[in-house]
Structure formats: structure tokens, C-alpha cells
């Protein structure tokens, strides 16, 4: 049954479809004197099928984000737009947009238990994945004071939230409000505050949130540079919208597929390689950030992107369809994200993450991934 963007109505269950299966493979065994080769062939086949569109799709939904990102702000400066309220909205959100386009798109086909996969997923790759190898990478990590009297606890206070709302393993409309209206005041609280710490010398530090969105879009004495717009740069933006339209819908497809063919829930999939897949442009600059010794810029944008998965990738969804919880996510996914997020709060208030420290977030992401195929 072909699956449509939205969600067709002709949408069927995966318990559904292994029956279509089954009954496939016994109408093989009548027809075929060879039939466990003939079906194990196509099984392989589609299997390695399904991987390559999976592959594929999230390349062109990361892509996408990229170009989306790029050329909004570079359309947002040129229409007079300042490099402030790009640099919050566009810019900031820009960073979980596959993770946010990929969880809306499999809403729509009925796949509820995707979005929180994916976003905790996408947090405990963050934290172990991404912190551990740029703390192995680095040496040391050193977090500032200003990220600590409120990034660290408003990131603990959001975990909470959301943790303590998936724990009936659902998530209802006015669960999801909440969410979104807590992000919401965490984005008024962000425009307001001014950072007024002094910061000492000739440290590699995590920069303050103003220091951050400087970082992003770069001022100068609140002159604002206006680029010249060409087609290219409208065409480029269409181009990353379809790209991300693209990669969302064959990405969920693939899921759905391989979750078949494996056998095991497309939560599973979507907390491990989907949340590693969207993870993957975050990884690679913090790493390249890392071995040039540039700890702002490997960590800076860690604390905004894990609460913007917590509240808007999983509330922004919420809104359409009740969200559910499959098992496997509820029994390794969250023990597992609040175990990131203490220990990265805990490095936070020590002001340090040294190589050890990194070695062990990394050893842990890799005993997530065990325990949550159970290999052992």
C-alpha cells in the first residue's frame, strides 16, 4: 500500500502489513520449488534498497536545511531584517530543522512514534556522540559561568518537562501547548536578558547567548550589511525547501520499510540512525571546531538545539495527532537522554570537560546502541 506525503487514508498498520507479507511468502511456497531462496533474494534485495533510499533521502533533507538556512538569511538581511532576530529565529532554528521537517512529515503519514524517537535520539547524540568526541579531540572543554547561572538549569528544566510528559508514553494536544509555550518563553527570556558577567582571559570558553548569536550573524555597531539578491538566491531557497520536502517523505518511507524488513519499530530506527543522520552536520563542524581548538564554536549551540528538540520537535507535532511512545524508546530512549543531560549539567557546573569525561560519554552513547537492539 503506497504511503502518501500526508498520510493517505489507505494508510495500514505494520502488523497489517506483516500479514501481506506472510501471506505473500505462502502463495511463494506453492508456486516456487526453491521458495525460502526466492524469497529470501527479494527480502535482501528490498532491504538493500530501502538503505540506499534511506541514505539518500537524508542527504537531500540535510542538504536542504543547509541551502533553507543560508539563503533565508541572506533574503532576511537584504530585506533589512536584523542580524539579531535572523540570527534567533532563522539561524538558531536552523540547526534541528531536519529532525523538526522529518517528525511533521511522519505525523502526517500516521507514524506517531517517530518525533519523540527522534528527538531524544537526536539529544542523546548530541551529548554523547558530539560533546564525547570533541572532549576527546580538545582535551579539555571549558564552560563559562554565564552558561551556567541559566543555560544548564533551563536545559535541565526542559528535560524534566518533557520527560515527565512522554511518561504515560504519549503525548496529548495540551501536553504539547505546553511545550511550545515553555520554548516560547525561553526564546522572550533569550531576546530580553543581557549578559552582564565579565568572563576572564585566555580561555577556550562557551560563549554567552549574545556572544552566540554574534557568532552566527556577525554586526558591527548595529550597522547592518544588505547583500545584493540575485535568481540564484531565490532559486537556491526553493531548491532547499523542495530538498527538505524530498528527503522528509522518502526518509519516512524508508523508515517505515526497513522497520519491516528487520523487523523491529520504526522508534528504534529513528532514535538511532535517523537522530544520528540529522545529528551529522552538528558533528562534523564541532569536530572540525575541536581539533582547531575552538571550544565555543564545538559546543555553543548544543544547549539551544537539545531544548528546541525536547519542546518544538516533539510539541510542534504534537499538535496534529496525539504522539505515542514505543517501548524501546521508553525503556532505553529516556533513562538514556536523562542520564546525557544530568552528566552534561554536572560537566557544566564542574566548568570542565576533560578527556576522560569524553571517552565516557563515548563509551555510554555505544552502550545505548546495544541496549536498545539488545545485543547483549
Known amino acids: 500500500m503506497q504511503v502518501g506525503l500526508f498520510g493517505s487514508p489507505g494508510f495500514e498498520s505494520l502488523s497489517h502489513r506483516h500479514q501481506i507479507i506472510r501471506l505473500a511468502a505462502r502463495s511463494a511456497d506453492r508456486a516456487n520449488p526453491c521458495p525460502t531462496i526466492t ?7 528490498m532491504l538493500l534498497f530501502w538503505i540506499i533510499v534511506f541514505i539518500i533521502s537524508l542527504t537531500f533533507l540535510v542538504k536542504g536545511a543547509d541551502w533553507l538556512i543560508i539563503y533565508a538569511e541572506k533574503i532576511g538581511l537584504a530585506l533589512g531584517l536584523s542580524s539579531f532576530i535572523i540570527g534567533i529565529t532563522i539561524v538558531a532554528l536552523g540547526t534541528s530543522f531536519p529532525e523538526l521537517i522529518s517528525s511533521l512529515v511522519a505525523v502526517f503519514k500516521g507514524i506517531t512514534d517517530i518525533p519523540v524517537a527522534n528527538a531524544l535520539g537526536s539529544n542523546i547524540a548530541n551529548i554523547f556522540l558530539v560533546v564525547g568526541l570533541c572532549a576527546l579531540i580538545g582535551k579539555r572543554l571549558v564552560v563559562t559561568k554565564n552558561l551556567i547561572d541559566l543555560d544548564l538549569p533551563l536545559l535541565a528544566a526542559g528535560t524534566v518537562l518533557s520527560l515527565g510528559i512522554i511518561w504515560d508514553k504519549q503525548v496529548t ?7 511550545i ?4 518563553i525561553y526564546l522572550l527570556y533569550t531576546v530580553l536578558h ?10 577556550e570558553t562557551l560563549p554567552s547567548r549574545q556572544k552566540r548569536r554574534k557568532k552566527i550573524t556577525p554586526r558591527k555597531e548595529n550597522k547592518i550589511s544588505r547583500p545584493k539578491l540575485t535568481i540564484k538566491d ?22 517505515i520499510n526497513l522497520s519491516i524488513s ?10 538511532t540512525a535517523v537522530a544520528f543522520g540529522t545529528s551529522l ?16 564554536i564545538a559546543l555553543g549551540n548544543i544547549f539551544g538545539s537539545n531544548l528546541f528538540n525536547i519542546l518544538i520537535v516533539i510539541g510542534l507535532p504534537g499538535l496534529f ?7 524501546q524508546t521508553f525503556a532505553v530512549g529516556v533513562p538514556a537522554m536523562a542520564l546525557a543531560t544530568l552528566l552534561f549539567v554536572i560537566s557544566g557546573i564542574s566548568k570542565r570537560i576533560h578527556l576522560w569525561e569524553g571517552a565516557f560519554f563515548i563509551c555510554l552513547y555505544i552502550l545505548f546502541i546495544i541496549k536498545l537492539f539488545n545485543w547483549f
Open 262 to 271: 528487520l523487523n523491529i519499530s520504526t522508534g528504534a530506527i529513528a532514535i
Open 194 to 203: 543581557q549578559d552582564t558577567d565579565s568572563e576572564p582571559e585566555n580561555l
Open 39 to 45: 524469497i529470501n533474494l527479494i527480502k535482501n534485495f
Open 181 to 184: 509555550v515553555a520554548y516560547s
Open 234 to 255: 531565490f532559486l537556491m531557497l526553493l531548491l532547499g525547501v523542495g530538498a527538505l520536502s524530498f528527503g522528509a517523505k522518502y526518509l519516512i518511507d524508508a523508515v
Open 173 to 179: 494536544l495540551g501536553e504539547s501547548i505546553l511545550m
Open 281 to 296: 552536520p552538528e558533528l562534523l563542524v564541532s569536530v572540525k571546531a575541536a581539533l582547531q581548538k575552538k571550544s565555543e
Open 321 to 327: 495527532k496525539t504522539l505515542s511512545v514505543d517501548n
